[in-house]
């Protein structure tokens, strides 16, 4: 059983990742005890046993405020998973993104975003970048908007030592490098009937060394007023990953949302 009066160390290592990844979702979740901030969080696991042993969990939080002509976003995920007998994925990022209304459609933002990723190939990535954000389509059902912007992206690569079995034996530290990042963004929202809408997320930052894309799709069902089920496909791509990494990472969840009005 999973717990912290269990001997074995492997199972306190990943209670005290699960612990890590709700503690994660309720710092951030602090900001919506005030009514001006909406948004939702999300929370799934996957615990099996007996034929096969594996263990999962992940958490999603994104928190919008408006107030006159200023729109600030925050959001960040976790996730962790692991084999029988050994870490296979351990991830978080965050990002926070201000955007400044210029006409009913056109505004400026200035956005942040950091990542860590046990598995990718990178110790860290951040990205301090600023653009302009552009609403396509702006109705009850249907919204996108498409942003541009420039930046700056500082990072620190990491060969990863794995074992025959694919068990990560050691990580060597590479030099920290950053370079200027040209960004390409997307947000898409499409409501098919009041209760089920599908979500897309899309960023691209591309640099001289390296081009990195992150995309995440979502169809959420609402069970209540705050209680869906999501069904979300989750990519992450770095076109020069250091050696032994793979360029492509995906993830499929299945996740409980409770909607912040």
């Not at 976003?73 to 994925?89: M, R």
């Amino acid at each position: 059983m999973l717990g912290p009066n269990n001997p074995n160390s492997k199972d306190l290592v990943v209670y005290s990742t699960f612990k890590r990844i709700l503690f994660v979702a309720a710092v951030l979740a602090a900001p919506a005890a005030q009514a001006q901030w909406t948004g939702k969080a999300e929370l799934g696991a996957l615990l099996t046993d007996g034929n096969s042993d594996s263990k999962s969990a992940n958490t999603k939080i994104d928190l919008t405020h408006e107030a006159d002509k200023w729109k600030h976003n925050i959001s960040a995920a976790a996730l962790y998973g692991e084999n029988a007998a050994f870490a296979t994925s351990e991830r978080y990022e965050a990002q926070y993104q201000a955007n400044r209304s210029l006409t009913d459609r056109l505004s400026w933002f200035i956005g942040i975003r950091g990542e860590e990723d046990r598995f990718s190939g990178f110790a860290y990535q951040a990205t301090v970048s600023s653009g302009v954000t552009y609403k396509f389509v702006d109705s009850a059902t249907t919204k996108f908007d498409g942003s541009l912007g420039a930046g700056y992206k500082t990072f620190q690569p990491q060969v990863l030592i794995k074992s025959p079995a694919g068990e990560v034996l050691d990580r060597i530290k590479g030099e920290s490098d950053s370079e200027p990042v040209a960004t390409l963004g997307s947000n898409f929202e499409h409501s098919f009937t009041e209760s089920t809408k599908l979500t897309n997320k899309f960023l691209t930052e591309y640099g001289s060394s390296n081009t990195s894309v992150a995309d995440d799709i979502a169809l959420q069902v609402n069970m209540s007023e705050v209680l869906a089920l999501a069904v979300g496909l989750g990519v992450r791509y770095n076109s020069d990953p250091p050696p032994l990494a793979e360029s492509t990472d995906t993830q499929l969840t299945v996740n409980l949302v409770y909607n912040i009005k």
